[in-house]
């Protein structure tokens, strides 16, 4: 009996713990087919979120819903890769950056930043200098969440990636405000990034530089008082065109802020490796060496003193020819600053040929309108000084030039603003003649009236000019201008008029000829008696020799 139960029961047995053992299976496979869908899903939408024009269209689809709870996910592939997700997604799209932060997706991402391994942080990282790029309300946003710390203490991670992070994702953040750049140096960056300066990863170093511009532009002085001129001047040294191109921004940011930092980026060496770095083979790094040399010499008159004694004009003279790369406006806007801090400098630049090349330029059908502005901002610098500077500006034939710009109805208001103020300098020192008489006919009267302010220097004293004055129709001009009593217009006419006879200034007004001709009519002829009654004595004795005859 007992053997025909167990053999009853056996085969029951058997199937149960098949069945188990198939259910455990089947459990495991969708498990991991779970875990493969999820992983694909992440890696998918962080590959379509490369492309800003898949932005919008996944946010449609509700993609940040269903990459919220996979920011925490188990797995820590899945988890990377949807953080690596909402970063590109943030990245191009401001909305987005913004729901990630209403959402708490920023704010749990951050509390698992030093939870997980580098990779993570990396990713995190990344996240946080996406949403903090778009502007100051975000980034301080992501201060308030208390971001700083976290980003600080990655700078000290052993990872150099997360190290890069960090440093980008902090000059993100300061970049916005001076407020923000505060908070960002408060926290001990500085001495963190110029030790990632000088770490022997390219990568590293270019991203640190570009994070110590960041903050200089709002932070000078606690860039210098981090140590970190010596530092980028010999960053220079290097090869890398994309890190000479950071380092000299950098050192421009500091350069710029007042008269005492460009000192101290003078004093740590910066001038040299600046006016070596104008000759570059790389465009970026020249309009950065011309930048640097610009914000060093528009602050005071030793300093352009120095540059130029350094020889510095030729080089800025040669950038000026470029016609791409950008280096040409901050050169020109280098030499104008130069120019107007002494006369004597101005005369440097006069004779590095600027004037010549700033004309030039002026004459170029394809130069944009900020080219114009510095051209024209330049040379007002140059002529103000005295006679013979404008001299200068004057036989390059600038004004007609300046003239066209201001009256030209394509000129945009910046460009006559420019070319008036120029021209406007250049008049009130010429005592050029023959530069000023093509005005006299073409200048409104807006500009007529500095013409007419030398003209009235020049004429009282100079015979030859008072003559050439009315055989070119000068004098007849300017009795044709129509003027309002009291204005210095009319002021400088009759000064002008004084210097001339009345009857020549009445014979050149107009309505003169038409007033002669009134008194033409209305004279009245007095007719001597030569056709009366009497016959002169010469007519009798002729009368009487034709009829002896």
């Known amino acids: 009996m007992k053997t025909h139960i167990d053999s009853f029961y056996k085969p029951h047995t058997i199937s149960i713990f098949d069945l188990i053992i198939g259910v455990l299976q089947g459990g495991f496979f969708i498990f991991e087919t779970y ?67 209403s959402g708490g997706m920023v704010t749990s991402t951050l509390e698992n930043l030093n939870k997980y391994n580098v990779y993570y942080k990396r990713s995190a990282l990344y996240l946080l200098r ?19 710390e ?23 953040i300061g970049k916005h405000s001076e407020h923000l750049a505060g908070l960002v140096v408060d926290a001990g960056t500085l001495p963190l990034l110029v030790l990632a300066f000088q770490e022997p990863e390219m990568s590293l170093k270019q991203i640190a530089a570009g994070a110590l511009v960041d903050l200089a532009q709002h932070k000078p002085e606690a860039v210098v008082d981090a140590g970190a001129i010596p530092h980028l001047v010999r960053g220079l040294e290097n090869q890398d065109p994309k890190l000479k191109r950071s380092t000299l921004c950098a050192l421009g940011a500091v350069a710029s802020a007042r008269a005492e930092l460009a000192e101290a980026t003078v004093a740590g060496g910066a001038l040299p490796p600046a006016l070596l770095h104008t000759g570059h083979d790389s465009a970026p790094v020249r309009r950065a060496a011309a930048c640097l040399l610009r914000d060093i010499v528009k602050h005071s008159v030793d300093l352009a003193q120095l540059v130029v004694n350094t020889g510095g004009c030729g ?21 104008g600053y130069i120019a107007g801090q002494s006369d004597q400098l101005a005369m440097a630049v006069i004779e590095s040929k600027a004037v010549v090349v700033s004309v030039e330029i002026l004459q170029k059908s394809d130069a944009d309108d900020a080219e114009l502005c510095a051209a024209a901002w330049t040379l007002g610098h140059i002529s103000k000084h005295s006679p013979q500077h404008s001299l200068a500006v004057a036989v390059a034939n600038a004004f007609p030039i300046l003239l066209q710009l201001y009256t030209s109805p394509k000129s945009s208001a910046e460009v006559k603003a420019r070319a008036s103020c120029a021209l406007k300098q250049a008049l009130q020192c010429c005592l050029h003649r023959p530069a000023l008489e093509p ?61 001339f006879p009345e009857e020549i200034v009445r014979f050149y007004t107009p309505g003169y000829s ?17 056709f009366t009654d009497r016959v002169p004595s010469d007519c009798q004795s002729e009368l009487t020799m034709e009829n002896t005859n």
């Open 35 to 101: 875990q493969k869908a999820r992983l694909v899903f992440v890696q998918t939408m962080a590959e379509l979120a490369t492309r800003s024009t898949n932005v919008k269209c996944l946010e449609s689809a509700g993609v940040l819903e269903l990459l919220r709870p996979l920011l925490s996910d188990a797995c820590s592939t899945v988890r990377q890769c949807a953080v690596v997700a909402a970063a590109r997604l943030a990245e191009h799209d401001e909305a987005v950056a913004r729901q990630l932060l």
């Open 514 to 530: 038409d007033s002669l001709l009134d008194r033409v009519e209305a004279f009245t002829p007095q007719i001597p008696e030569l």
């Open 150 to 172: 976290h980003i600080v203490s990655c700078l000290e991670d052993f990872d150099t990636q997360v190290k890069e992070n960090a440093a980008w994702a902090l000059g993100y």
């Open 315 to 335: 080089p800025l003279v040669e950038l000026m020819f470029e016609n791409t790369g950008g280096a040409r406006i901050p050169a020109c806007m280098a030499l």
């Open 130 to 148: 996406a949403v903090a790029k778009h502007n100051e309300e975000l980034a301080s946003a992501i201060v308030r969440l208390g971001a700083l």
């Open 439 to 499: 005005l006299l006919h073409s200048a409104p009267a807006c500009i007529l009236k500095y013409v007419l302010a030398q003209y009235a220097k020049i004429l009282p004293n100079d015979a030859r000019a008072r003559r050439l004055f009315v055989t070119t129709g000068a004098l007849k001009r300017i009795q044709e201008i129509d003027t309002v009593p009291g204005t210095s217009l009319k002021e400088y006419i009759n000064i002008i008029n004084s210097c």
